[in-house]
């Protein structure tokens, strides 16, 4: 299928001359109307009409049972008969080229049956139950899916609904969509003959909507083909500047990509690797996003080279073997074999330059790998069918469909339309969520994963992970390292979402504006909109004390009758910067009227000292267990934190001496603890209490500097 557009409103494309001799012959498809107006063939007989689909479809799948095909048109052709599209063309000729390209593509005999009834249900008296009987439940469900809800019953939402239904049966069967993308190709061809105000509006749903589901299928024949159509008419200056600039190519005398490819040609026979080199010239689109970014164009910008080979390690000799003879511009290389792009796509993409500048890019794969990069999901012919090598296998059954390979984009799609409170918020929000075009991989700590569009952050993590159980989620570890929720992620990061137990947690207004996937935005917003008189910043600490409290107040020095020191009649008093306690190593040192100050080894003030000189004092511990420790908690905010939290010290022994906890920032909150222990061996215990308190993530020893 040729990946050229036509604008409706001027003549065709310029093809090269090599291009155009590889070019299946055009198929007439007045002609082909003309031929379903003059009676039905014999019985049995394959009609001559459908005759071009037998063909397309034979090449993918030579032994399949044309005789669903047969009755399929008949039904078609009889149901449609003597209604006329606005070209002036029977309509029968719309079913048949929709069916045309999903044949070309390789789509399985049900999608071709259900293609060329997919408009009888919806504009004629053929019901659903009777494309049940003839045909079976699976072409009843794609004919279903692709029906259109009828503008009386639902108005001006009858469209986006029409889309959500069309989405939902997608998410069971992405033939739906397929056969769906195909009806929009051909409706794009033919647009010519409407007003210039409904091929815009046409024209941009296509672009926002039909074209972005395009490319997360894989079925970049369509999309591009699309892309072109639209280019031509929401943009028609610069696609006629477009037109001109390969029509001067095209009319080059020399070819660099042919002496390229002769080059490539040559390397891959000496090393003895079987493979196919073709010139792939770029569509209109793509010339187009070319010249804006590189300005003048040069002979080579206006295609690539593809390189079909057999196997996969294949690929990797073709690419070791340009590297090796051609100059290879080593920042254009990527690996989509190894790391497969979220909607199927792998190929190898590297570029190699020419002596006087050029540099020609070249996609390596393997015949299949090309098949799936045209076709995408249409490729994967029925993925329903069962294992015909397993035993016991069968088919769904009705209403229990389920594609246990539905891409996680398009699961994640079908979570948040539910939430979508009315017509309006889903449609603008499937054109948002389809602008997002490429999607990242990020790593649970339980070694499963979460696939999200680029761009999304801890919340978006979280409500994907929880759903709307995320309400309660007060942070997260990225890459073992603390994060706020804002914080954005990337490609491979590990992301631990820290939940709070608390069932009065709320989300925060602010996680708004951080939340970048629909399911995060709409939970949020539903969540707001039934508390509105909630004005209680969610997440802040709330201070309820389970028992008195001490005003904060500042550490004093204090003295230690526990401690031996090697100076009589020293008074010794422990450091307030970092509250050693048995049985930390320490070390002292002589201060004013002969007191003797005990530091941790590992203190700052240590370091200090010594580096001014000042002697140290042998100290050790005495007998005596019972210590005081300052404690530092690092946790995120969120009500009666701090009830818990003293609570928690409360009932490990601690008395508390003193405590401050400082305003919130960016959701974290500092509390500093100063305790009484009775015995210092209790003291890991409480540190591991404080730990565990829902919303704390750190407790460490005071180190103050």
């Excluded at 080579?300 to 990797?316: I, P, S, T």
């Excluded at 997440?539 to 230690?560: D, K, M, N, W």
């Amino acid at each position: 299928m040729s990946a050229e557009a036509t604008n409706p409103a001027t003549p065709g494309p310029v093809v090269p001359t090599a291009a155009r001799r590889k070019a299946r012959p055009r198929i007439d498809l007045r002609r082909l109307g003309r031929a379903a107006l003059l009676g039905n063939a014999a019985r049995g007989k394959l009609p001559d009409a459908i005759g071009h689909v037998a063909e397309a479809h034979r090449a993918h799948y030579p032994d399949a049972d044309l005789e669903p095909l047969r009755r399929a048109y008949v039904l078609a052709e009889s149901s449609h008969r003597g209604q006329m599209r606005k070209s002036g063309e029977p309509y029968i000729t719309h079913p048949l080229a929709v069916t045309l390209i999903l044949a070309e593509l390789g789509a399985e005999t049900t999608t071709l049956t259900a293609s060329l009834l997919h408009d009888t249900v919806e504009d004629t008296d053929v019901t659903l139950d009777q494309v049940r009987e003839q045909f079976g439940e699976e072409v009843r469900y794609l004919v279903d899916g692709v029906t259109k809800l009828e503008k009386v019953d639902y108005g001006a939402a009858a469209e986006p609904e029409t889309f959500r239904k069309m989405l939902v049966a997608t998410g069971s069967d992405v033939r739906v969509m397929s056969i769906k993308l195909a009806d929009r190709l051909h409706n794009m061809r033919t647009l010519g003959v409407m007003r210039p105000e409904k091929q815009e509006r046409i024209a941009k749903v296509t672009r926002d909507v039909l074209i972005p589901l395009a490319e997360r299928l894989g079925v970049q024949a369509l999309k591009t083909e699309l892309e072109d159509l639209v280019f031509a008419i929401l943009h028609p200056e610069e696609y006629a500047h477009t037109r001109e600039l390969i029509a001067e190519n095209a009319a080059r005398a020399d070819d660099p990509l042919a002496v390229i490819s002769d080059e490539v040609r040559g390397v891959l026979r000496e090393a003895d690797i079987p493979a196919e080199v073709l010139i792939r010239p770029r569509h209109f689109v793509s010339v187009h996003r070319v010249s804006r970014k590189r300005g003048e164009l040069r002979g080579a910008d206006f295609g690539r080279l593809l390189v079909l080979v057999n196997e996969d390690a294949d690929c990797y000799a073709v690419l070791g073997e340009l590297h090796t003879c051609l100059t290879p511009v080593v920042s254009e290389f990527k690996d989509f074999i190894a790391v497969p792009k979220f909607n199927l796509y792998q190929s190898l993409h590297t570029a190699v330059a020419r002596a006087d500048g050029q540099v020609a890019e070249v996609l390596i794969r393997t015949h299949q790998m090309h098949k799936v990069a045209e076709a995408g999901v249409v490729a994967l012919g029925n993925p329903y069918a069962p294992a015909a090598d397993v035993p016991g296998s069968e088919a769904p059954a009705d209403g229990e469909r389920a594609d246990p390979t539905r891409p996680g984009w398009l699961s994640r799609l079908l979570d948040w339309q539910k939430a979508a409170p009315d017509a309006d918020t889903f449609w603008s929000t499937l054109r948002e969520d389809l602008a997002q075009d490429r999607e990242i991989t990020v790593f649970r700590p339980d070694g499963g994963t979460l696939g999200l569009p680029e761009g999304a952050t801890c919340v978006d993590a979280a409500y994907a992970q929880y759903g709307e159980d995320a309400h309660a989620c007060i942070g997260a570890r990225v890459n073992g390292r603390l994060a706020t929720l804002s914080t954005v992620l990337k490609d491979g990061d590990t992301v631990q979402l820290l939940m709070g137990q608390d069932p009065a947690s709320e989300p925060s207004r602010e996680w708004l504006e951080h939340a970048h996937t629909p399911a995060a935005r709409i939970a949020i917003q539903r969540w707001l909109a039934t508390h509105p008189d909630s004005t209680e910043e969610p997440h802040a600490p709330v201070a309820v004390p389970t028992r008195p409290i001490p005003e904060p107040q500042a550490p004093t020095p204090r003295t230690a009758s526990a401690m031996v020191v090697d100076r009589p009649d020293a008074t010794v008093r422990l450091a307030g910067c970092c509250t050693p306690v048995p049985p930390d190593e320490v070390t002292g040192f002589a201060v004013r009227g002969g007191v003797v100050t005990v530091h941790r080894v590992a203190c700052a003030s240590v370091a200090h000292m010594k580096g001014t000189g000042r002697p140290e004092t042998a100290v050790s511990w005495g007998d005596s267990t019972a210590c005081r420790v300052t404690l530092v908690a690092e946790s995120f905010g969120r009500p009666h934190l701090l009830a818990d939290l003293t609570e928690a010290m409360a009932q490990e022994g601690a008395e508390i001496v003193s405590a401050t906890v400082e305003p919130p920032s960016q959701q974290r909150v500092r509390h500093t603890y100063t305790v009484e222990l009775p015995d210092a061996a209790h003291l890991p215990a409480l540190m591991r209490a404080m730990r565990n308190v829902a919303g704390v993530y750190d407790v460490d020893r005071a180190q103050h500097q």
